[in-house]
Antibody, heavy 129, light 112 residues
């Protein structure tokens, strides 16, 4: 059974960089075949996909956040990470890491068919001075 | 971005009664490969989301058969044939046919 666990600071100051790590157990990121995503949920609101990474290091980001997001992977530790820069109060949310699948459309130049079948428990990150 | 619109946003249901949630997309979710990339997720109170359905009507492992998904193109429905107490939570539809993937705003199911 695949399990994911988010970790990182629960409080970040405005204008700083939010950094979170997701540790995967019960499965190997380096095995391939899956995309590893970050998804967030603003308090009392819906879900927003942030971006994902493949075991090769190939990334895909939501255009709405692309200028501030970096997702990286460390296959030796079976972890992947999120960095979100220049945060504001609007970035306060529960951040989830998730495993999923999808396909890459070479002609269109983007992922399609993305789904998320295993999720971490989520971690609340508050942006406040 | 493709807009996913769910209705109702709040759904009070009597135990044992059926429930139905609608999800409409601003563009067709049929991809050029012929598949329709519409998922349903359940988020119980205090828990992470859990996928219930993929490609409209395929139930995930462990999902009770009282849950069913249907629809095509831009109109989709999640049905619960007989609501049980454990079904309380928020239900989200999510499309994966267009970039970027996007979720509906959620439907909160509660027991009347």
């Amino acid at each position: 059974q695949v399990q994911l666990q988010e970790s990182g600071p629960g409080l970040v100051k405005p204008s700083q960089t939010l950094s979170l790590t997701c540790t995967v157990s019960g499965g190997s990121i380096s095995s391939g075949g899956y995309y590893w995503s970050w998804i967030r949920q603003h308090p009392g609101k819906g879900l927003e996909w942030i971006g994902c990474i493949y075991h090769t290091g190939s990334t895909n980001y939501n255009p709405s956040l692309k200028s501030r997001v970096i997702i990286s992977v460390d296959t030796s530790k079976n972890q992947f990470s999120l960095k979100l820069s220049s945060v504001t109060a609007a970035d306060t949310a529960v951040y989830y890491c998730a495993r999923g699948g999808g396909y890459y459309d070479l002609l269109a130049g983007y992922l399609y068919g993305l789904y998320f079948d295993y999720w971490g428990q989520g971690t609340l990150v508050t942006v406040s001075s | 971005d493709v807009l996913m619109t769910q209705s109702p946003l709040s759904l009070p249901v009597t135990l044992g009664q059926p429930a139905s949630i609608s999800c409409r997309s601003s563009q067709s979710l049929v991809y050029s490969d012929g598949n329709t990339y519409l998922n349903w997720f359940q988020q119980r109170p205090g828990q992470s989301p859990r996928r219930l359905m993929y490609k409209v009507s395929n139930r995930d492992s462990g999902v009770p058969d009282r849950f069913s998904g249907s629809g095509s193109g831009t109109d989709f429905t999640l049905k619960i044939s007989r609501v049980e107490a454990e079904d309380v939570g928020i239900y989200y539809c999510m499309q994966g046919a267009h970039w970027p993937p996007s979720f509906g705003q959620g439907t909160k199911l509660e027991i009347k």
